[in-house]
Every structure is written in C-alpha cells, then in structure tokens.
C-alpha cells in the first residue's frame, strides 16, 4: 500500500480512535495504516471543536458562561470517552509512584486511579474550565474549536522525538512511520487552522502547545525510557489546556486577534 492510500485509509481510523464514534464493524488494521493515521489527529480535534461550538451557541441562550463551560469540559471528556482523561491519570500515577521503571510501567498498566491521578484530572480541567470562562465571542469561539485541534496534533511532535517506553509493537511502528508524509501533513493542518482562527498568534500558541506537551513526554521520558499511550492522552489535556491559557493571556494584551470566526 501507498504512502498516499495509507493517508487515505487513516482518516476513518484516526476518528475511530479519537470518538467512541464507530464508522464500520470493527477491523484489524496494519501498523503502518494506523501510524498514517495519527496525522489526521488535529483534524478530527477541528471536528470536535467545531462541534462544541455549535454546542457552546446553543447552551448560551440558556445558561450563563460559567455552567456552559463546565458542559462543554464535560461534552469534551465524553467526545474521547474519557481516554485522555484516564491517561492524565495513569501518567500522574506512575510518575509520582517509588520504584523503578518497570514498577512504574505496571502501575499505569493496572489502571486504578490513585491520589495522583485523581489530583491531576481535577487539576486539568479546573484549568481547562477556568480558561474557557476568561474568554469572550469572538476570542471564545475561535479557542473552543482551536483547543482540541493542538491538543491532538501534540501527539505527532512526540511520537515523532521520542521512542516508546516499550520496544516493538503499535508504538514502534507509530513512530517509524510519521515520517516523511504523516507528521508535516498533520502539522500542516494544525497550523492552517491556527492561522485561520487567530492569524500569525495562532502560530505562536501552536508552539506554546507543542512545547507543553514535550515537557510532559520529556519528564515521562526520564522516568520511564520511553513514552506510552497514556502519555500521549496526558499530552493532548495539557496541549489542549495550556492552548486555552495562552489564548487568554495573549487576548489580555491585545496580542492575539479572531480570524475566520471574529
């Protein structure tokens, strides 16, 4: 199969594996298809967005700012049926646990949510909540639907600078194969939807994004060799939250201006 047809292919994957949503009877997909697939991330974040704008609109006819952000925290946590959530959790868990690397592994494997883990899900979307309640139309509507586009697209710079904590597998194959078409292609859309929402400072959060969501792997990195798939869903919370922060403190200064939805 063509690099090309892999692109192709990916796309029902990759909004598969993001939504509890299914397009087809369940399949058995080649490594190198699902690899393909991560680069069409931040383009099913833009359809999450998109869809909770729509949501966003709808509810402020009805209930102030404050409750129709905490929906939309909670709408979003049900769009990835809680799967970065739960890797907020794993992340935090095995991070904060005393042991080597391997007792770490199989904390994050096991899947029971201790204190750290409790801790940082509440501290994720406290801030991802907090945020959304500082931002005003038109700001507001451009970083609901840029949020989970970058929060996505973080996984392709860190499957693509560090190896998996576990050799071999889906993890390996994901980041042999984001090169060459898959990582530019999906940075390529996260950035044209940056660009289209809030001009040139769409650019500049997109690297803010990305630089948060390297720190996260980097810090698992450290402890663990490696990243895994919690870390990523941890990556993408963060990217995702640290997107909306750096919305509002870039807003607060004039230094940021709506685009296609201002």
């Excluded at 729509?54 to 909670?74: G, H, K, M, Q, Y």
């Excluded at 899947?111 to 940082?120: D, K, L, N, Q, R």
């Excluded at 798939?229 to 709506?258: K, M, N, Y």
């Amino acid at each position: 199969m063509s690099a090309i047809r892999r692109a192709i292919t990916g796309l029902p994957i990759a909004f598969e594996f993001l939504t509890p949503l299914r397009l087809r009877r369940v399949e058995q997909h080649d490594d190198r298809v699902f690899a393909a697939a991560v680069g069409w991330y931040p383009a099913i974040g833009l359809l999450i967005g998109l869809a909770l704008l729509a949501l966003d609109r709808a509810l402020s006819e009805l209930l102030p700012v404050a409750p129709t952000s905490a929906l939309l925290i909670a709408a979003l946590a049900l769009a990835s049926g809680g799967l970065h959530l739960d890797g907020v959790a794993d992340t935090a868990d095995g991070l904060a646990v005393q042991g080597d690397r391997d007792r770490r592994l199989e904390v994050m494997r096991d899947g029971t949510t201790g204190p750290a883990g409790v801790m940082a899900v509440v501290l994720v979307l406290l801030v991802g909540w907090s945020a959304l309640v500082s931002l005003e139309d038109p700001v507001r509507s451009g970083a609901i639907v840029l949020g989970p586009a970058l929060g996505r697209w973080a996984v392709i710079p860190l499957v693509a600078t560090f190896a998996p904590a576990r050799a071999g597998g889906l993890g390996q194959a994901i980041h042999q194969g984001v090169w060459p078409l898959t990582a530019p292609f999906g940075t390529a859309i996260a950035a044209a939807a940056a660009v289209a929402l809030f001009g040139v400072g769409g650019l500049v959060v997109l690297l803010v994004a990305g630089g948060a969501a390297l720190v996260v792997a980097a810090a698992a990195t450290r402890l663990l060799r490696g990243v895994t798939g919690d870390v990523f869903g941890a990556a993408i919370e963060i990217a995702q939250a640290v997107t909306w922060l750096s919305i509002v403190a870039a807003d607060q200064r004039g230094w940021i201006e709506p685009g296609l939805l201002g």
